[in-house]
């Protein structure tokens, strides 16, 4: 239910939106429910880049104190371009707008089924999802009201560029290998590095990947060769050894957010990033699954569908398995006068109060 005029004290201007906030792996999403007016734009890629132009302040108001915390993500769901779509989403997070991300579309999916956007099917569910990076396609395992797994296949991963190195100072020179899942991935060898990536790692993960990707950024493409101008390289994938199991591997994984995050949960995005070179390595197989575990613990599974091009590159298919769990349904309030929101691009897409 949104303010209405007998509940705003006359003469202030408020503005309101309703978000479920959601988890998976540990790290936060907070999905958009309401409050926002429609965006210009025809698919929700170019609904992204209006937003990304025009109305950042939307972005840095929810992630930003006293609203927020740079750790979180934002998903605003939006109208879906594409006919096969139930629904769109734009992602944001403190580095930008990425095109795609795992966590944050187990999080928005559950949150669709569990807040009636998409009536919710007792059992296996599929659903397709609009992100700006292209169509997400769901199957939600579902019963007695709440979605218990959701699996996410995305468009193809790729290796862009092998051998590329950064000098770090502090560090020297750092081999990497460029790929792409939705956004471009340094993609870094954790134990040549000296990590073991555990909880006490990230503090020092977070000060190495400030500096590695401000030293790689020069030498790293902003380009994607079917999607445009992407921006500077915003990811840093750590990746731990490879153990073996029944069905594939098992691995430790961190992911670093530029600037300063290292995700809570091993992140699909980082995932399939690392599917992508295993695959052009030869070391994993269709229908072999990668584990993932994250410095915090938790983990999501990974699973190799088989091989794609795009744009001429080798690719690789894979969808992502995870589980949401909700945290808090709410209603947040703006106050267009707070001397700490700068709110110059940012009323212009939020409805009235």
Request: glycine share 10%.
């Amino acid at each position: 239910m949104r303010w209405t005029s007998q509940r705003v004290p006359q003469g202030r201007r408020m503005r309101s939106i309703q978000l479920v906030d959601m988890q998976a792996g540990g790290d936060v999403s907070r999905i958009v429910l309401d409050g926002v007016g429609p965006l210009p734009g025809g698919s929700v890629l170019e609904q992204m880049r209006y937003i990304q132009a025009y109305a950042d302040g939307f972005r840095r108001w929810l992630l930003n104190e006293p609203y927020g915390d740079p750790f979180m993500s934002i998903d605003l769901i939006v109208p879906p371009a594409d006919p096969r779509a139930d629904a769109g989403y734009i992602i944001m997070e403190a580095m930008g707008y990425p095109l795609y991300s795992g966590s944050n579309t187990l999080c928005t999916a559950t949150a669709v089924l569990e807040q009636g956007l998409v009536p919710m099917e007792d059992g296996v569910q599929q659903l397709v999802l609009e992100s700006p990076g292209g169509l997400a396609y769901i199957t939600a395992r579902n019963r007695n009201g709440r979605v218990e797994s959701v699996t996410t296949r995305s468009e193809p991963a790729f290796v862009a560029e092998r051998h590329l190195k950064a000098s770090v100072p502090g560090y020297g020179t750092v081999p990497f290998t460029l790929a792409w899942s939705g956004a471009y991935f340094a993609l870094l060898d954790a134990p040549g590095l000296g990590f073991e990536l555990n909880a006490h790692d990230t503090p020092e993960l977070a000060r190495f990947g400030l500096a590695f990707v401000e030293a790689a950024r020069p030498v790293v493409t902003q380009d994607h060769p079917s999607l445009g101008r992407v921006g500077p390289l915003p990811f840093a994938h750590f990746m731990g050894p490879l153990d073996v199991t029944d069905t594939g591997f098992r691995s430790t994984s961190a992911t670093y957010v530029h600037p300063g995050v290292i995700c809570r949960s091993p992140t699909g995005t980082g995932m399939s990033a690392r599917l992508a070179l295993m695959y052009d390595c030869g070391q994993i197989s269709d229908g072999e699954t990668l584990e993932a575990v994250s410095p915090r613990g938790s983990s999501f599974l990974a699973t190799v569908l088989g091989e794609a091009q795009v744009a001429g590159f080798k690719a690789v298919n894979s969808e992502i398995t995870g589980r949401a769990w909700p945290l808090a349904l709410s209603r947040i309030v703006l106050d267009l006068d707070d001397p700490l929101v700068d709110c110059s691009d940012l009323e212009p897409i939020l409805l009235p109060s």
